[in-house]
């Protein structure tokens, strides 16, 4: 299975403020990576596909580079809503396997 | 309007049997790759089973030999049997649509799975 392992796990910010996660592949996987978003009781939400292409409707502030096992995702200007949990996901190889996660927290 | 609704979650004995469904509108399920991904209380993400647009299916290691994920086109809705439920496989389980695969553009609200005696 290829392991994705996110980092930090969490992360005090303030709104303005610009934050990076990265994630790395235990493999090469091209850029079959994704980005989504979860909102506590909240179903999870595809932000980045292909490690960099914004899916449509969602704010131009987040962003997506990498391929290979090296991944990135921004958030330039952190609104209020964006505080939330984000995951990364690898699609090269079943299974479908997530980063752990990184919990965004208000400073 | 496009969406995912899954049903069928409860509490349930350790060795019981449940299935899910996931009614979809808006888009033809059989079309679609289909999925169910988990998310145990205060865990992370973790995908649990495809069925894919020519019907093969595959599952994650937790679950193979236990978990049949299976498609009703005339209902337009996706199931999920699970067997031989253990308290590992508490969690909350989501439908999600793969668009152009495994980007998973649609999910649904989720239903509630609880394996406890």
């Known amino acids: 299975d290829i392991q994705m392992t996110q980092s930090p796990s969490s992360l005090s910010a303030s709104v303005g403020d610009r934050v990076t996660i990265t994630c790395q592949a235990s493999q090469d996987i091209s850029n079959y990576l994704n980005w989504y978003q979860q909102k506590p009781g909240k179903a999870p939400k595809l932000l980045i596909y292909d490690a960099s292409n914004l899916e449509t409707g969602v704010p131009s502030r987040f962003s997506g580079s990498g391929s290979g096992t090296d991944f990135t995702f921004t958030i330039n200007s952190l609104q209020p809503e964006d505080f939330a949990t984000y995951y990364c996901?690898?699609?090269?190889?079943?299974?479908?396997?997530f980063g752990q996660g990184t919990r965004l927290e208000i400073k | 309007e496009v969406q995912l609704v899954e049903s069928g979650g409860g509490l349930i004995q350790p060795g019981g049997s449940l299935r899910l469904s996931c009614a979809a509108s808006?888009?033809?399920?059989?079309?679609?790759?289909m999925n169910w991904v988990r998310q145990a209380p205060g865990k992370g993400l973790e995908w649990v089973s495809v069925i894919y647009n020519g019907g093969s299916t595959y599952y994650a290691d937790s679950v193979k030999g236990r978990f049949t994920i299976s498609g009703d086109h005339s209902k337009n809705t996706l199931y999920l049997q699970m067997n031989s439920l253990r308290a590992e496989d508490t969690a909350v389980y989501y439908c999600a649509r793969g668009r152009g695969g495994d980007c998973y553009d649609l999910w649904g609200r989720g239903t509630l799975v609880t394996v406890s005696s």
């Open positions: 996901q690898q699609y090269d190889n079943l299974p479908i396997t």
């Open positions: 808006g888009f033809t399920v059989s079309s679609n790759y």
